[in-house]
């Protein structure tokens, strides 16, 4: 397992504002939008958020996993494929949304199967950005985001510490 360099850690607070903030450029990019297609497991926290601030009370799930073992991508799989109702218009009026786009190998997955679909996560890594349409917040290629879900409160060292040689 590598760990990236740098740590972005998000607080539940930030989280709610961070996705409040993705709800409001989405406003401003339209309306009438006919559902949220959320990719689990990241994308159903932002996308209960976004559902209660726009109205969107359609959100179906696709559910796709790649990162078996922690911070390290394997295959990607889906689990669930998004129902076929929804894949009609190429996905003209779906909403897509994930917690973040890291390599952009789950955006480019999901973005096949609605290729109309406007695609929107709360972080972006500029390897995954020309993937999606509307994010936050962008944090560098070698930077892990810890999202509140995965935290607890455990003993941080001194910074001084960490730099004892
Ligand atoms: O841009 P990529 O490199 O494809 O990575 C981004 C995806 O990785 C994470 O999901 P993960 O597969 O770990 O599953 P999870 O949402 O259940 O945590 C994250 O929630 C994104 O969906
Ligand atoms: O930076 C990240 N944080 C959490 N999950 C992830 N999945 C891909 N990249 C990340
Ligand atoms: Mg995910």
């Known amino acids: 397992m590598s760990l990236?360099?740098?740590a972005f850690p998000v607080s539940w607070d930030?989280?709610?504002?961070?996705?409040r903030a993705l709800a409001w450029r989405i406003a401003g990019v339209g309306n009438g939008w006919k559902a949220i297609v959320c990719i689990t497991r990241g994308g159903l926290v932002p996308a209960?958020?976004?559902?209660r601030e726009l109205g969107i009370r359609?959100?179906?799930?696709?559910c796709v996993a790649s990162y078996h073992d922690y911070t390290t991508q394997g295959?990607?799989?889906?689990?669930k494929e998004v129902d076929s109702a929804l894949l009609a218009d190429?996905?003209?009026g779906i909403l897509i949304v994930d917690d973040l786009t890291d390599t952009g190998k789950t955006a480019g997955l999901v973005r096949a199967?609605?290729?109309?679909a406007h695609f929107a996560t709360v972080y972006a890594k500029p390897k995954g950005r020309p993937l999606v349409d509307t994010f936050v917040t962008?944090?560098?290629?070698d930077t892990w985001i810890y999202f509140p879900w995965d935290l607890g409160f455990t003993y941080q060292e001194p910074i001084a510490e960490g730099h004892k040689g």
């Open 90 to 92: 190429d996905g003209e």
């Open 138 to 141: 962008e944090v560098s290629q």
């Open 113 to 116: 199967m609605l290729p109309k």
């Open 14 to 19: 930030q989280f709610h504002r961070d996705a």
């Open 58 to 62: 359609v959100v179906e799930t696709v």
């Open 75 to 79: 295959d990607i799989q889906v689990l």
């Open 48 to 51: 209960a958020i976004i559902s």
């Open 4 to 6: 990236p360099e740098k």
